[in-house]
């Protein structure tokens, strides 16, 4: 599916990819669940986040905080506030340190639990998109926080482009395993 362009696709993509996430979870063996991910003998892998996550817990976890991000993010700027997407003193240049943040405070967490969160935040998100127009959500300047980008953009990176970032790397570590 194309990059969404309009409210409906996007809609539809976030909630099509994240049935795509969840059925791959649950298609995944017993080893697949408690093998720890390693990817270190791919040297094309070399993103901070294939050393980052190790299991698909992790993965989940990651996507549940993307999606606290956006949430914040767009309550952040309702009635005219500005806030920025990344936290302080976080920026797109520093994005790694934020994840690994992420991860450390999420470790006592487990795949039950990330499940539950992700479920939730995910159908948060859909609900947060609903409540904008098409032309709020694609529209150049309609969003002033997200600059010369459009806000329908950024749910698409928290969601559909998210959810197949996930799914790649699950499936990396399912190859892996074999």
Same mark, same amino acid.
């Given at each position: 599916? &194309?990059? &969404?362009?309009?409210?409906?696709?996007?809609?539809?993509?976030?909630?099509?990819? +994240?049935?795509?996430?969840?059925?791959?979870?649950?298609?995944?063996?017993?080893?697949?669940?408690?093998?720890? +991910?390693? $990817?270190?003998?791919?040297?094309?892998?070399?993103?901070?986040? /294939?050393?980052?996550?190790?299991?698909?817990?992790?993965?989940?976890?990651?996507?549940?905080?993307?999606?606290?991000?956006?949430?914040? $993010?767009?309550?952040?700027?309702?009635?005219?506030?500005?806030?920025? +997407?990344? &936290?302080?003193?976080?920026? /797109?240049?520093? @994005?790694?340190?934020?994840?690994?943040?992420? /991860?450390?405070?999420?470790?006592?967490?487990?795949?039950?639990?990330?499940?539950?969160?992700?479920?939730?935040?995910?159908?948060?998100?859909?609900?947060?998109?609903?409540? +904008? !127009?098409?032309?709020?959500?694609?529209?150049?300047?309609? $969003? &002033?926080?997200?600059?010369?980008?459009?806000?329908?953009?950024?749910?698409?990176?928290?969601?559909? !482009?998210?959810?197949? /970032?996930? @799914?790649?790397? @699950?499936?990396?570590?399912?190859?892996?395993?074999?």
């Amino acid at each position: 599916m &194309p990059r &969404p362009r309009n409210k409906e696709d996007l809609l539809l993509a976030a909630e099509e990819n +994240f049935e795509k996430l969840n059925t791959l979870i649950d298609s995944l063996s017993e080893k697949e669940m408690t093998t720890s +991910f390693d $990817f270190s003998a791919d040297v094309k892998k070399t993103e901070a986040h /294939w050393k980052r996550d190790k299991n698909v817990r992790d993965v989940l976890i990651h996507l549940y905080e993307w999606h606290r991000l956006m949430l914040r $993010f767009v309550d952040g700027n309702a009635d005219g506030k500005t806030m920025q +997407f990344l &936290p302080k003193p976080y920026n /797109w240049r520093t @994005i790694a340190s934020m994840n690994q943040v992420f /991860w450390e405070q999420n470790q006592e967490t487990d795949m039950e639990e990330a499940k539950k969160l992700l479920a939730m935040s995910h159908a948060e998100v859909l609900e947060k998109i609903k409540g +904008f !127009s098409n032309e709020e959500l694609f529209l150049s300047k309609a $969003f &002033p926080a997200v600059g010369g980008s459009v806000l329908g953009s950024y749910f698409v990176s928290a969601t559909s !482009s998210h959810y197949d /970032w996930a @799914i790649r790397k @699950i499936k990396a570590h399912q190859k892996n395993c074999k």
